[in-house]
């Protein structure tokens, strides 16, 4: 087990250096003038290009330009980004609130996803679980470019159960209105998964065998059903953890919450380079973390696996 | 290890991430209900240094945290406020500024004449990069402040550092004297003293000669009536409060945070459900159902928002006049701002707009009259092309409008026009600078101080800053320059009035639309006004007991 994360943590170094080298290849490619971007649609000086393009090496080469940043990297500093903000900063301001939001968005949904799919699993062909088969093809079918402005709408503004919009240091209350809208991203999936495993597993030779030797009905479901029917789960949530982190551009933008996501829209429009890297970084870091804990969750949940 | 209860650990991890969530909250309304403070709604500002500040929600800002030498009157004229007078010499080109005694900066320091100085030649200082700098401008000395890079921006080479470091024309002549010497002769030099830029900074701004002190943006220290309380909370809020025993004028709140929003919709759903008290600018897909939502608290007032297209005179098919008249003529303005913009914008039928001195209706004449047929035949008359396009960065909302404007070139000139979306107003500039054929131009322009001049020299002068596509005329160039160095300013506004009157005659552009401040305010407040900066007017603004 030991080998193995030491081998795993000796990858993600690997992994982070060639994810940031291409995000920031892309980033170069995609910048044609950043300083015109960042000025809007005001005449820019020309005094004041000479003094910005020096300032953030503008007029060096690709390679130069990824030395710079790699150097500063290496020595802890992520750099300014072209509003003259420490990205550092930024991203100890961004990160709470979306990693708050993303959290309870994912309890809420895997909360609700594994009781109902376990649920409609043993009740299957009954009521509860044709009405949930119905009700996750809606939510799938559901932009969430139409959920968040309606849900914001409705119990934002007409109903007034919550705060139409949450900010930077808002609470659990505040933002538990985008974090259901965030969750719908992915609580189809995770029931539908849940539901199809139980469904599996119930009808497994040891789950006859452990029938067959007289256990309740609840253990068996608890302990031998549900336990190997969670590791499909479990992978699917941790690859959603990641997912919410960056795909909460919409709901962060609708609901007006400085996170990740919008900084990382904001960065890619203004073509602020230095700032998608930082972001995009911490990003990468985050799903290869996610990613490790999920492997070690299987070896948890499942004695037969084993990491050499 | 990990094998034996996974489930407690779900359960705990679960607990504590929900406890993490819930913490932090109970300090969000702290600031609501029963005191005497207002929200008002800005988007992110790119910066709070006065001479970086050239657009309006830093300049929203910076208007609570400084007290400026001059401010309009409803005429647009400007009155001395921070100054005690402004007095020019009899060529117009030494001005002196004699300041109110006083005033103090919020850390205590008296504001004197060198803090004037001081920030004008930081902000005027190539190497700083300030936004603003070009208002300096006309400051005697500046192009030594600059510098220029020998081989291109491309190029190997570094700038050199500039000759000077300092204004020559800017004296602090004792601590509550300025001399202010132009370059040249300017009789409305005092309504440029009104913009953001021209704010003084207080000593502790600097670290050292010259140098802006780390961290100074972000606790800005003014001279205003408001004094920042924290810090600059980026992306979430910057609360300011009222300054004891003001000496200027006193505004009637204590306090105002300004909540800043990524999303023009989402600071609309805080105004309706009453969480925000003004919103300066109803995005356009809200409008429907403004009337509804905030009854007689939705209001327009004018601002200073000219939206035109322009014609890329340096290309053939749009050399004849003829053609570009036909084009305007075949434009229902009218039409355009009731449909699409639902009455938030009027049709423009000048080269400037109503908000400054100077401004006659309807310079345009009939070349902006909606007239089909008499459109159709001076376009075959003058064998127009069978192909038009209409330009525009696709990163605003532009396409609505352009599509409509389309449609009516066709219908009215039977000739196919399509609108062209670039992702970004950068791209098209780098194509009009390239001369490709972009066809026509959308382009809007906002002004810096209310004067004819600033719509004139920038957009239709043959050096003009965001003349991007090559009018030039020497006899309106002339026309301008002498506006500048006339007299008075009434002799100003008739030489600029002039100039206006050959551009009616060249058709260069074609004026558009006129913007509006379209704003809407909670119960909490009443007398809310909005500028033709789109800035609330802070001192006016009270709240309902």
């Not at chain 1, 790699?70 to 990205?87: A, P």
Request: proline share 5%.
């Amino acid at each position: 087990m030991f080998r193995y994360i030491v081998r795993r943590l000796l990858q993600m170094v690997l992994t982070f250096f060639g994810a940031t080298f291409v995000v920031f290849a892309l980033t170069f490619a995609n910048q044609d003038d950043p300083l015109q971007a960042l000025a809007g649609e005001r005449p820019i000086t020309e005094s004041q290009r000479i003094a910005l393009t020096e300032r953030y090496h503008l007029n060096e080469s690709f390679l130069t330009q990824y030395w710079y940043y790699m150097k500063g990297l290496l020595t802890g500093d992520l750099g300014t980004s072209l509003t003259g903000q420490k990205i550092s900063d930024m991203l100890a301001n961004a990160w709470p609130v979306t990693l708050k939001l993303s959290i309870i968005a994912i309890v809420i949904a895997a909360t609700i996803a594994v009781t109902a799919g376990v649920y409609s699993a043993i009740k299957r062909g009954g009521l509860f679980d044709n009405v949930t088969l119905v009700a996750t093809l809606v939510v799938l079918a559901m932009p969430i470019v139409v959920l968040a402005p309606l849900a914001q709408l409705v119990f934002g503004i007409k109903l007034g159960w919550f705060p139409p919009t949450a900010t930077r240091d808002a609470g659990f209350y505040e933002l538990l209105l985008p974090a259901l809208v965030l969750g719908s991203l992915v609580i189809a999936t995770e029931l539908r998964v849940t539901r199809t495993s139980v469904v599996e597993n119930l009808r497994a030779d040891y789950v006859r065998t452990a029938r067959a030797k007289g256990l309740t009905r609840r253990r068996v479901i608890w302990v031998h059903v549900l336990r190997n029917s969670l590791i499909p789960v479990v992978t699917l949530i941790g690859v959603d953890l990641g997912g919410l982190m960056s795909g909460a551009i919409v709901t962060e933008k609708i609901f007006n919450i400085p996170g990740v996501g919008f900084n990382i829209a904001r960065a890619i429009t203004t073509e602020d380079g230095p700032l998608v890297v930082g972001f995009v970084s911490v990003l990468v870091i985050i799903f290869l973390v996610v990613n490790l804990l999920v492997d070690l969750l299987y070896a948890a949940l499942d004695p037969r696996i084993r990491y050499e | 290890m990990l094998g034996k209860s996974p489930w407690k650990m779900a359960v705990g991890a679960t607990a504590i991430a929900l406890l993490a969530a819930g913490c932090g909250s109970g300090d969000s309304d702290e600031s609501s209900a029963t005191s005497n403070t207002v929200v008002i709604g800005i988007a992110e500002p790119q910066h709070l240094i006065p001479s970086n500040t050239t657009e309006s929600n830093g300049a929203e800002v910076l208007n609570s945290l400084f007290y400026p030498l001059v401010d309009f009157d409803a005429q647009n004229n400007p009155t001395p406020v921070a100054a005690e007078s402004i007095t020019p010499d009899k060529t117009n080109k030494v001005w002196t500024v004699k300041l109110k005694p006083g005033f103090t900066f919020h850390n205590g320091e008296p504001v004197i004449a060198q803090n004037y100085v001081d920030a004008w030649n930081y902000g005027a200082y190539g190497p700083n990069g300030q936004g603003g700098s070009y208002f300096f401008s006309t400051i005697a000395g500046f192009a030594d402040l600059q510098s220029e890079d020998p081989d291109g921006e491309e190029g190997p080479k570094t700038a050199p550092e500039p000759k000077a470091k300092k204004l020559t024309g800017l004296k602090a002549v004792d601590d509550s004297t300025i001399e202010i010497t132009l370059s040249a002769p300017f009789a409305s030099f005092e309504s440029l003293l009104g913009y953001t830029v021209f704010y003084p900074l207080p000593k502790a701004a600097f670290s050292s000669d010259g140098v802006i002190a780390e961290g100074f943006e972000d606790a800005i220290v003014g001279n205003g009536p408001f004094k920042m309380k924290g810090t600059w909370q980026h992306d979430s809020s910057i609360t300011v409060e009222k300054v004891a025993d003001f000496k200027g004028q006193v505004p009637k709140v204590d306090g105002i945070t300004w909540k800043i929003y990524q999303d023009d919709a989402a600071q609309y759903a805080d105004l309706v459900a009453g969480n925000l008290d003004v919103q300066t600018q109803i995005p356009i897909e809200s409008l429907a159902s403004a009337s509804a939502d905030l009854g007689d608290r939705f209001q327009k007032s004018p601002n200073s928002a000219f939206q035109f297209v322009g014609f890329p005179t340096f290309q053939k098919e749009f050399s004849d006049v003829r053609v570009r008249q036909a084009i305007s003529m075949a434009i229902n303005r009218q039409e355009i701002t009731d449909q699409v913009f639902l009455g938030s914008q009027t049709p423009a039928t000048s080269f400037v707009s109503p908000v400054v001195a100077g401004y006659r209706e309807n310079t345009c004449g009939d070349n902006c009259k909606y007239d089909p047929a008499k459109a159709k035949e001076l376009y075959t008359a003058a064998k127009g092309p069978s192909e038009l396009k209409i330009t525009y960065n696709a990163d605003g909302p532009h396409k609505a409008w352009v599509d409509a404007t389309c449609n009516q070139i066709k219908a009215s000139l039977g000739v196919n026009c399509t609108g062209v979306g670039e992702p970004k107003f950068a791209d098209l500039l780098t194509k009009v600078e390239k001369k490709e054929p972009v066809g026509l131009i959308r382009l809007g322009w906002l002004m810096d101080y209310p004067l004819m001049e600033n719509y004139l020299g920038p957009l239709y002068s043959t050096d003009g800053s965001s003349n991007y596509y090559g009018y030039s005329n020497t006899a309106f160039d002339d026309l301008v320059a002498a506006g500048r160095s006339a007299a008075t300013p009434e002799e100003a506004i008739a030489k600029w009035q002039e100039a206006e009157d050959i551009l009616a005659k060249d058709m260069p552009v074609i004026p558009l639309r006129n913007g509006q401040n379209v704003f809407g305010y909670s119960e909490k407040v009443s007398n809310v006004n909005v500028d033709l900066f789109q800035k609330v007017n802070l001192y006016e603004i009270e709240v309902v007991s």
